[in-house]
T-cell receptor, first 112, second 113 residues
Framework: DSGVTQTPKHLITATGQRVTLRCSPR?????VYWYQQSLDQGLQFLIQ???????AKGNILERFSAQQFPDLHSELNLSSLELGDSALYFC???????????FGPGTRLTVL | GQNIDQPTEMTATEGAIVQINCTYQ??????LFWYQQHAGEAPTFLSY????GLEEKGRFSSFLSRSKGYSYLLLKELQMKDSASYLCAVRDGITGGGNKLTFGTGTQLKVEL
């Protein structure tokens, strides 16, 4: 158990819908990261927040957005969902902006 | 951008030693990480190299050569539970790149009796 929590564990929804994934970092960690893992793409970096501010951005779609709240938990919002968005979404956290990242158990999103 | 190559699959025998290679081409480099991932589970951190040389951590060691864009993960005294995917990840060295990691597609290791 890494200490990073993610909810929900599983999510099944329909195309065109919007969902919110939630992440609580390890106690004391300031940075939160979001990754997408699909069978054909591997683990892809989406976005990083550090102490509430956006720090780095990957190939995150415009339909996706994220934020980190004052209590340091983070949410990833996915809208206008498509079949291809079906994937495992991992949140990770690290103490500062440069340490090793610890991953949560993931949210498995299925878009039907 | 980053380009990371790892073998797709490897098979080894319980009790043996296996070396998993990773080569990378990057526009900036600020460290290399190895993670272990069992199917359907979260990646777990194994090791970190930022300077050339060998880092040892119990049964796991990782080596880095920055001039060659090359790293390997060495697993000793293999156990059945080591059957997993091993992910090589490079941290972006570009200013303002934060702690962004680019992952390879992973090497699926199968440990047999």
């Amino acid at each position: 158990d890494s200490g990073v929590t993610q909810t929900p564990k599983h999510l099944i929804t329909a195309t065109g819908q919007r969902v919110t994934l939630r992440c609580s970092p390890r106690s004391g960690d300031l940075s939160v990261y979001w990754y997408q893992q699909s069978l054909d793409q591997g683990l892809q970096f989406l976005i990083q927040y550090y102490n509430g501010e956006e720090r780095a951005k990957g190939n995150i779609l415009e339909r996706f957005s994220a934020q980190q709240f004052p209590d340091l938990h983070s949410e990833l919002n996915l809208s206008s969902l498509e079949l291809g968005d079906s994937a495992l979404y991992f949140c990770a956290s690290s103490l500062e902006d440069y340490n090793e990242q610890f991953f949560g158990p993931g949210t498995r999103l299925t878009v039907l | 951008g980053q380009n990371i190559d790892q073998p797709t699959e490897m098979t080894a025998t319980e009790g043996a030693i296996v070396q998993i290679n990773c080569t990378y081409q990057t526009s900036g480099f600020n460290g290399l990480f190895w993670y272990q991932q069992h199917a359907g589970e979260a990646p777990t951190f194994l090791s970190y190299n930022v300077l050339d040389g060998l880092e040892e951590k119990g049964r796991f060691s990782s080596f880095l050569s920055r001039s060659k864009g090359y790293s390997y993960l060495l697993l000793k005294e293999l156990q059945m539970k080591d059957s997993a995917s091993y992910l090589c990840a490079v941290r972006d060295g570009i200013t303002g790149g934060g702690n962004k990691l680019t992952f390879g597609t992973g090497t699926q290791l199968k440990v047999e009796l």
